[in-house]
């Protein structure tokens, strides 16, 4: 684990401390040469854009600077090939990659703060910075589960129907509430993956506008936002190995100025 002072190196302002970035690609996107710790970043992407699997990726970077990730499952479409091939088939990589699910927001909400809590009390108790590690958690798709509220009301009713921004409230108030107390000062990054859609001009002219479902707030609060495409309809097959190639967008970047792009082959 690095340090990196940006801007100010007075002894009020907290270091922004991360992992080494491992690829030269990583280093361009986010202007930096650390993936930050006690920060939030956000994947958005349309349907198999890689966003799933770009999270295992960086999981697998915590896994080989010695720390750990737990993955939490909203979708229940979890694969343990696919787990296994992005983590390279490495044991020690995958007994140290946790997986859990979560059927609505308030259960990975509720999964991701027990996680932390038992973090932070291990660190607390030990009182040893050396022995601190990385952990990564991510919650795959922020999303893609309803609130109990929401779920409620659909089983009572017998159908789903349009209503109202139920989810959009809850991740407010998680941002506003719980973020910042999880992760401030302790080794450990949040990452959520999320869906980009299509949203048509009501008047009935113009190109469809892309939107994240979620509210405002996943717009406010990530370091990161990483905007994700496929790059061609091909997939890549050489030996073992297979992929895609994807087009990575820094939409949003607090480590440096915004709006890089690049592609590049997302290998299994």
Known sequence: VITEVLKASAEDHDPLIGLPLPTLAARYLLQANIFPLSRFTQLRGEFSAGKSALLLEIMRWFNMYGGGAVLIDTENKGSETMLRGMLGHNAQHIARTKVLTAASVEEWQSKYIGICKQIHAQIDAANAPDKLVPVCVGVDSISAVEVNRRVDKVSDEGHAAAGHPYLARNLS??????????????????????????????????????????????????????????ASRNTITAGRVEGQPVRLIATKNNLGAPGRRLTVNLLW
Do not use: C, W
């Open 173 to 230: 108030d998680f941002m506003r509430t719980a973020l910042v107390p999880t992760l401030r000062h302790y080794p450990i990054a949040f990452i959520a993956t999320n869906h980009l859609k299509e949203e048509i001009n009501s008047m009935g002219f113009g190109p469809p506008k892309k939107y994240a479902p979620g509210g405002a707030s996943l717009d406010y609060y990530p370091t990161l936002i990483i905007d994700m495409q496929k």
